[in-house]
């Protein structure tokens, strides 16, 4: 299907692809004080535009998720990489108390998950800096062989900017830095007094991957139905632990073209990292996969904690993988992962509302945009487009190459900050950036996957079970470019309508 385009341009149609934002145009983006030029507006028009080089995406992705302020200076940006850190490693020393205690009685177990879920996530505590120095000594070398310095990086904390400085605010739809009094921290506590020595491994796993489940589900199974998410118990994590454990050793080895130097490891570090998040049957695996398992056991529990109310869900390891893959430090992937889920994490509710709406948009899309492929659907009983339910949840993981996801995301994420940074809500705005940043890109590109395939549906197929075929088949098949550039066309011509 030809979609007619008008007057406004998508930033991918040009034939001839314009190169993605390599390393010496993100460099010159920084000011001296290390703040991008023009509130990060440029910045964000040229991964719409043309997405990143890969050997960047580790600088780039934390502005993109919102774990930096787009308007953000270095040493702001130190302070808040320390803190994020120590977050974290409160995080995994709760989940070894879990693991360590999972013989004991429920209660004690409750106990260590309640403390975690009283927790605001939006405040980052303190933690005794000598043990953070012991719990990353083991990592240090591995991950410093492979970490470049580069301006707006994650960079290394400095000392005279204190991370009590600095509270991060994890609202919905901004990434801010307030300044607070640095002796509000003197009233919080940290796990440091904890009476159980955490191996140095647990804290800190570094690896990187790409996971496969089933690739014969089209509904992602989840152990929502098992659990009460507004008040997790003992029960719920060891769910959680269970499953997360089964779908990370049943990653595949894909990442490994793209992270050579995490792939690797040694089978003495991957065993002992297993060893540390509990992760058994892997003796089928090659030591970089056992690696990158552990890796995802460790992010996926910390988060499991951080998130109680979503917890885990099967489907969450395949948007980890990639950011894993890119991410060598685990509570730099981590904080990514958090500002992945922050729209991704309604996919996996228990009341399934917020998948519902999504679809529900998917279906407006294409009744707007091509009425007699709807009506088509409407008599296969598949108007509600719950074939397309995968794509959303996993957001075409399975269906594009693991390049292709890196770029579809990339340019999703940088609509979603153009948002969160308030560019793009005038009419001025929107004509210099040629089509309006939608929270919905993604949305747009599933829609586009079915319009593309109109005359096939409609000649050919005469159930939702044949449609949900072919979707399943598509793997390999996009063109992640050509797609959105069909998106883009939709978001310019629709966007008004669907809103």
Not at 138 to 151: L, Y
């Amino acid at each position: 299907m030809q979609f007619f385009r008008g007057s406004l341009r998508s930033p991918w149609s040009r034939r001839k692809r314009k190169h993605a934002l390599t390393r010496q145009q993100w460099n010159n983006l920084f000011m001296p004080d290390g703040k991008l030029r023009d509130g990060g507006v440029k910045f964000l028009k040229k991964v719409r535009r043309a997405g990143i080089d890969p050997s960047i995406r580790a600088e780039v992705w934390p502005f993109l998720l919102g774990v930096y302020d787009l308007k953000s200076s270095k040493v702001e940006r130190n302070a808040i990489r320390g803190q994020k850190r120590k977050e974290y490693e409160k995080l995994r020393r709760r989940c070894w108390r879990l693991l360590n205690h999972c013989n004991d009685d429920d209660i004690e177990l409750n106990e260590i998950i309640e403390t975690s879920y009283s927790d605001s996530p939006s405040f980052i505590q303190r933690c005794d800096s000598t043990c953070s120095e012991e719990v990353f000594s083991a990592r240090e070398s591995f991950s410093d062989e492979q970490r470049s310095p580069c301006n707006g990086t994650m960079e290394q904390v400095h000392e005279e900017t204190p991370a009590s400085s600095l509270v991060i605010m994890e609202g919905d739809d901004k990434s801010g830095i307030t300044r607070v009094d640095a002796s509000a921290d003197d009233t919080d506590s940290s796990d440091s007094e904890s009476t159980d020595e955490e191996p140095a491994s647990i804290l800190m796993l570094s690896s990187t991957g790409c996971s496969e489940a089933d690739p014969k589900l089209s509904k992602i199974d989840s152990v929502m139905g098992e659990t009460n998410r507004s008040d997790p118990k003992a029960e719920d994590f060891a769910t959680w632990q269970r499953i997360m454990r089964l779908d990370a050793v049943r990653a595949n080895a894909e990442w490994v073209y793209y992270s050579s130097a995490q792939a690797g490891v040694s089978e003495d570090e991957a065993f002992k990292f297993a060893n540390a998040v509990g992760l058994k049957d892997f003796d089928h695996l090659e030591p970089c996969q056992v690696y990158h398992a552990s890796r995802l056991v460790a992010v996926l529990e910390a988060y499991a904690l951080y998130d109680p109310e979503i917890g885990y869900c099967q489907g969450m390891s395949d948007l980890l993988s990639p950011i894993l893959a890119v991410m060598e430090d685990d509570h730099e992937a981590f904080w990514c992962f958090v500002g992945c889920m922050k729209k991704a994490r309604h996919n996996f509710r228990l009341d399934e509302v917020g998948i519902k709406r999504q679809l529900n948009i998917v279906s407006k899309i294409i009744k707007s945009k091509d009425s007699h492929l709807y009506r088509h659907l409407e008599k296969l009983q598949a108007e509600d487009c719950f074939f397309m339910y995968r794509m959303v949840v996993v957001m075409f993981r399975r269906e594009l190459t693991f390049e292709q996801t890196l770029c579809l995301w990339e340019v999703m994420w940088a609509d979603q900050a153009a948002i969160r940074a308030r560019i793009g809500n005038s009419v001025w705005a929107r004509i210099r950036l040629r089509a309006p940043p939608t929270d919905d890109l993604l949305l747009y590109a599933i829609a586009a996957s079915v319009l593309q395939r109109r005359k096939l549906i409609i000649e050919k197929y005469s159930s939702m079970d044949e449609i949900l075929r072919e979707c399943n088949s598509m793997a390999g098949q996009l063109d992640v470019w050509k797609l959105l550039d069909d998106a883009h066309h939709l978001v310019v011509t629709l966007h008004d309508k669907i809103e």
